[in-house]
């Protein structure tokens, strides 16, 4: 099964490679291609791991998978899930603040994107954070009951 995976990242990076050169323009440089590919490389894991995973739901392999091979799935699956988290969190929030920002150099533009990203976060946290105990100052919910609604919410979205 591993060796599958691993021949269908092989093939996804070729494709997307040639995917890559093709669409962007000449123009552009190499750190916003690789970029670019790898953004997409991290968002088409799914289309290669999603039929062992249903192979295995449905039970319509010959072969169950083993312990082993579960727990290479469930790796690969947890690469991907925190791949996602820092892209969608960390990295596209500095570099569309870097692209925004107004200075010239490179080192300037992602330290102001950076602090804009803390500020903002900071700023948000601390409303959520200030609504949290309010709402639970005048209601009879307990910090526990409320922190487990929090998460039944976080998790539903």
Not at 128 to 145: G, K, R, Y
Request: glycine share 6%.
């Amino acid at each position: 099964m591993l060796q599958t995976v691993i021949l269908g990242f092989i093939v996804l990076g070729i494709a997307l490679a040639f995917a890559v050169n093709y669409i962007c323009h000449d123009e552009i440089n190499t750190r916003k291609k690789a970029f670019v590919y790898y953004v997409w490389f991290i968002s088409f894991i799914p289309i290669v791991i999603m039929p062992f995973e249903v192979a295995e739901l449905y039970g319509k392999t010959e072969q169950k998978m083993t312990t082993v091979e579960r727990d290479e799935l469930k790796f690969i699956w947890k690469i991907y899930y925190w791949n996602n988290f820092i892209n969608g969190w960390i990295l596209v929030p500095i570099f569309t603040g870097a692209l925004c920002s107004g200075y010239f150099g490179l080192r300037h533009r992602i330290l102001d994107a950076v602090v804009y990203n803390i500020t903002f976060y900071s700023i948000s946290v601390g409303i959520i954070a200030v609504a949290a105990l309010v709402t639970i100052s005048q209601s009879d919910i307990t910090f526990t009951d409320f922190a487990i609604n929090g998460l039944s919410i976080y998790n539903s979205m």
